[in-house]
Nanobody, 122 residues
Framework: QVQLQESGPGLVKPSQTLSLTCTVS??????????WTWIRQPPGKGLEWMGA???????YYSPSLKSRTSISRDTSKSQFTLQLSSVTPEDTAVYYC??????????????WGQGTQVTVSS
């Protein structure tokens, strides 16, 4: 059974960088052909696909967030990390890490973290 767990600060100040880590257990982040993905849900809105890192380490980003987003991984720790720079209150959301079999909204996501609330406020 694959399990994902998000970790990171729940409060970030405007203009700072949000950094979240997803720790994966029960499976390897190098297993073909999965995409380890970050998705968020702002309050009162739908899910937003942010980006992913593939089993081979290739990264993919939402065009609307690409300039501010970086996803990396540490295979030795079975972790992948999201960094979102220059945050504003509009980045307040519940952030989820998940495993998909592709990219974007048409992919199927079979395992999810519980989600972590991040609030951007001074």
């Amino acid at each position: 059974q694959v399990q994902l767990q998000e970790s990171g600060p729940g409060l970030v100040k405007p203009s700072q960088t949000l950094s979240l880590t997803c720790t994966v257990s029960g499976g390897s982040i190098t297993t073909k052909y999965y995409y380890w993905t970050w998705i968020r849900q702002p309050p009162g809105k739908g899910l937003e696909w942010m980006g992913a890192i593939s089993y081979s380490g290739s990264t993919y980003y939402s065009p609307s967030l690409k300039s501010r987003t970086s996803i990396s991984r540490d295979t030795s720790k079975s972790q992948f990390t999201l960094q979102l720079s220059s945050v504003t209150p509009e980045d307040t959301a519940v952030y989820y890490c998940t495993r998909g079999n592709g990219l974007g909204y048409k992919s199927e996501y079979d395992y999810w973290g519980q989600g972590t609330q991040v609030t951007v406020s001074s």
